[in-house]
């Protein structure tokens, strides 16, 4: 099978690299920021390794000389190679202060994932011994940002902005302004919004979205798509905030039909359009869960033992 062919890294700002992650971007992959200023900064690890290196070259200089790597949130995909490169270069390591636990080793990732003990918890493993080996290693956090404090690299600044619900320590950045933002996993991919972990919160990722509306962006680069969003940016997070309510409407409809326990709804399943391998359903069980929460909140259904019935 042949792989598309597509350039490793585009500039999206002056000193400001998009490493695109291969296989178009998606996971196990994510997109990175290269910032070449005064210091060289890498924002996330979860591009492959090969095309950081090519940005890194790109720009002239060697892995050794990154000075810095900041993390948006914890995930797998998202801390990716940052050990490794923290082995070559001896860089600093920053995260917002929520992801510290879920960064730092394979038992805070579970922990913070929700999996630990969980029926297909050797399905996920088999997942991550396959296609992300590199995060199994221990990774050393040495500081923190601080949301809405600006961290300057020279010509270059970045805005923290915490946006959490697809976890509680995600953080997008503004680009110098809010003009450009790094939407990270407000990715608006045609998947749609993710939250398939204990540290995910429906209500608080649709407030996240709200948010990176008030702040109107111009530019929306997402962790998962291969270029930056430069038109329509608002009615796509529109669209990617009803989802939820897509869902949920699905959910109600499979009820009506008599699927009515999260274990049948996630075999038909309801919110991923299919099931790879059995690691999926402990992330398709969550969403559920979240959405019969929140409804049960709303007073749209009732749990009876395991079963949902609509009121």
Known sequence: ?????????????????????????????????????????????????????????????????????????????????????????????????????????????????????????????????????????????????????????????????????????????????????????IDLTRFGPWYGNAVSDIHEFRESIQRILALEPKVGISSHLLNPIETNLRERLLQYLAIFDEREQRIIQNIRQGINTIRSLARVPTIYPRIPMDAYLIFEEYMLEKHIDDMVSHGIVEVDGEEIHLK
């Open 1 to 185: 099978m042949m792989t598309e062919e597509y350039e490793p890294h585009i500039e999206i700002a002056p000193n400001v690299h998009l490493i695109r992650g291969e296989n178009r971007a998606r996971f196990p992959e994510a997109n990175s920021l290269l910032i070449d200023d005064e210091i060289l900064v890498l924002v996330d690890a979860g591009s492959s390794l090969r095309n950081i290196e090519r940005t890194v070259q790109s720009c002239g200089h060697a892995m050794k000389d990154i000075d810095q790597i900041i993390l948006t949130h914890f995930h797998v995909d998202h801390k990716g190679h940052a050990a490794e490169i923290m082995n070559l270069s001896q860089c600093e390591l920053l995260c917002h202060p929520l992801a510290k636990q879920g960064i730092e080793s394979l038992d805070g990732t579970v922990e913070f994932y929700g999996i630990k003990g969980h029926q297909y918890y050797s399905s996920w493993r088999e997942l991550i011994d396959i296609r992300l080996p590199h995060v199994v290693e221990d990774y050393q956090v040495t500081g923190f940002f601080e949301s809405g404090k600006t961290i300057s690299f020279g010509e270059t600044e970045l805005i923290p902005v915490h946006a959490p619900g697809h976890t509680k320590d995600h953080t997008v950045f503004g680009i110098n302004g809010t003009d450009i933002v790094f939407l990270v996993d």
